[in-house]
């Protein structure tokens, strides 16, 4: 007989662990199963965290894994590969065939970033090569930044990022860039803007660089670039069949957390296109209330019906 759970939490991460907690402290029976790959893990510290601004990742999650233990919430380490039935009566297999039930299902698989767009930028991804100003910004803040962008994204996403360094160089690696933004970056804003072709993001322990294709070099003390993202378990979501936004970029839930599938919530990075810790432990956490509201009154509607 598979186990059962109360709840099933797909994804052990910020947005896992803090569902988890508030899950265990209203007596349900929960597991988290998580694969070990999150976002940030390249990343030294995390920042931005009321009270924890500057903590590596992985100790923050460590640390809401110890504080799980009080309550009756398993952790178990591997990738859920399949997941079918109905609320009230989920059914989950993990890569090991194993099968578990569940009365309902949190997914908090995050996103992943496809750093393989530019030769070198997954070896310096956390370290040396950001997307979010508001993770990394204000370690760089007044030094001689690149940031890698073109189209429509280029113009917004540079001149914001004015806001923690002014020099900045847009690096649009012969993407297009219309004439009004051009303008704007290079007149308002004062930026060079370099069209070469770019071949190799390297970095040595005090700058980064950015070799283009007719041998110059470019040296700063950060790259910003936005590489795509993608949903690291689409086959999941498709598997359930829950709404995706119109971008595709995020899960459709409504304020209780619930996808359009009842029964499965969805939290964290996957669930937002805001994207932080704190936002994803804080959309966990709601999610948890809101899932354990709408247990408690599906259990006492059956047990009036009995
Ligand atoms: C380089 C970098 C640095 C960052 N720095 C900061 C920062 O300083 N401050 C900040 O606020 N934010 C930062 N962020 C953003 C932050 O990482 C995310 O907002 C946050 O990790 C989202 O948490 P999450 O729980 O939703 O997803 P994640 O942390 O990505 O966790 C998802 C978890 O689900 C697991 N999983 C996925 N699929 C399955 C499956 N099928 N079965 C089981 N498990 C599965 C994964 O292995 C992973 O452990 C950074 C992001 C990056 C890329």
Redesign the pocket.
């Known amino acids: 007989m598979p186990t059962q759970y109360d709840v099933v939490i797909?994804?052990?991460?910020?947005?896992?662990?803090?569902a988890a907690l508030i899950l265990g402290r209203a007596r349900r029976k929960v597991l988290i199963?998580?694969?070990?790959?999150?976002?940030?893990?390249?990343?030294q510290?995390?920042?931005?965290?009321f009270t924890q601004d500057g903590t590596p990742?992985d100790q923050l999650?460590e640390l809401g894994k110890a504080q799980l233990e009080p309550y009756d919430v398993d952790i178990q380490y591997?990738?859920?590969?399949n997941i079918s039935g109905e609320n009230l009566a989920f059914s989950l297999t993990?890569?090991t065939g194993e099968v578990i039930n569940a009365h309902k299902v949190i997914l908090?698989?995050?996103?992943?970033?496809d750093t393989s767009i530019l030769p070198g930028l997954s070896e310096l991804?956390?370290a040396r090569a950001?997307?979010?100003p508001?993770?990394?910004g204000w370690e760089v803040r007044d030094q001689p930044l690149a940031v890698i962008t073109s189209g429509q994204e280029a113009y917004p996403y540079a001149s914001f990022l004015t806001n923690w360094s002014q020099r900045l160089t847009v690096c649009t690696n012969s993407g297009e860039l219309d004439s009004e933004a051009r303008g704007k970056l290079t007149q308002q804003h004062n930026l060079t803007i370099i069209d070469t072709p770019i071949t190799q993001l390297s970095a040595s322990k005090t700058e980064a660089s950015v070799q283009f294709s007719d041998t110059t070099e470019l040296t700063v003390q950060g790259i910003f670039v936005r590489p795509p993202m993608r949903l690291?378990?689409a086959?999941?979501l498709t598997q359930l069949g829950c709404t995706l936004s119109e971008c595709g970029s995020y899960v459709v839930t409504d304020d209780s957390g619930q996808t359009t599938i009842p029964g499965v919530y969805a939290?964290?990075?996957?669930?937002s296109p805001g994207?932080?810790?704190?936002?994803?432990?804080a959309?966990?956490a709601q999610a948890a209330y809101m899932l354990n509201h709408h247990f408690v009154s599906e259990q006492q509607a059956l047990s009036l019906a009995s």
């Open positions: 797909v994804g052990g991460s910020n947005a896992g662990l803090s199963v998580d694969s070990q790959q999150p976002r940030n893990a390249p990343a510290h995390a920042h931005g965290f990742p999650r591997g990738l859920v590969t993990l890569d908090a698989t995050g996103v992943q970033d991804w956390g950001y997307t979010c508001y993770c990394h690291t378990a086959s999941l939290v964290g990075d996957m669930a994207h932080a810790v704190i936002l994803a432990a959309s966990g």
